[in-house]
Structures are given as C-alpha cells and as structure tokens.
C-alpha cells in the first residue's frame, strides 16, 4: 500500500551539492508529515529536515540549517532533499520517513521521533570525501 523509495546518493567532495529524491506511492502527501532522516556508521538515526505539505511547515536540524532544502511535488508524489555545501560529517544513509498527519503535532516533533514507527524507504548512500 504505502511506499517509499529513495534515490540520489552518491559520493562527492566537501563543498558540493546533492539531490535526494523520496518517491512516494499508495498515499496522498497532504495526508502525511514527511521527513528525511539519516544514519552513519557508529551512530543514531537523526532527523535531518522534516515537511507538512499540507500547511507548507518546515523544520531543519542545526547542522543543516542553510544548506539543506526540503521541497515536493505533489504531482509527481515525490518529496526532494537538496544538499548544498555538504561535510564530511553529512556522510550517511538517507531514509526518507512519512507518517499520517493526525499522529503528528509539529513538524519539529516529526523529525525528533525515534524508532522505527511510520513508513520508510529502503535508504541511500551519501559519502562526502576528498
């Protein structure tokens, strides 16, 4: 029923840009909270940036702030992660995550809920190397 399937990554030197793509199936994105999270090696998943489409809300975690930007097109029931001046320490999987909207009461509370509860895609590599 519900789908997601992520794509996009690849490695890169520090200072370059990337574009995530979270292709969604089996829902509405209006109906749902949308986030990106990621994971590296030796640590916890994090949330990364998070989406209402519905209200158009947004939220970013600190170490992203300014780089990152999360966007959508509905027609295409794509959510999109773009990574701009990326580090070193931006190397991770990339999972995209939706929940249904009425289970979640901010956007910022979306992108801090741990576990594995919701809907998630199978994950993308990002390596940000010299």
């Known amino acids: 029923q519900v789908q997601l399937v992520e794509s996009g990554g690849r490695s890169v030197q520090p200072g370059g840009s990337l574009r995530l793509s979270c292709a969604s199936s089996?829902?509405?994105?209006?109906?749902?909270?949308l986030g990106w999270f990621r994971q590296a090696p030796g640590k916890e998943r994090e949330g990364v940036s998070c989406?209402?489409?519905?209200?158009?809300?947004?939220y970013y975690a600190d170490p992203v702030k300014g780089r990152f930007t999360i966007s959508r097109d509905n027609a295409k029931n794509t959510v999109y992660l773009q990574m701009n001046s990326l580090k070193p320490e931006d190397t991770a999987v990339y999972y995209c995550?939706?929940?249904?909207?009425?289970?979640?009461?901010?956007?910022?509370?979306?992108?801090?809920?741990?576990?594995?509860?919701?809907?998630w895609g199978q994950g993308t590599q990002v390596t940000v190397s010299s």
């Open positions: 995550r939706a929940r249904p909207k009425v289970l979640i009461t901010t956007v910022q509370a979306m992108c801090h809920m741990k576990g594995t509860v919701g809907f």
């Open positions: 089996g829902f509405t994105l209006d109906n749902y909270v």
């Open positions: 989406l209402s489409p519905s209200d158009e809300t947004t």
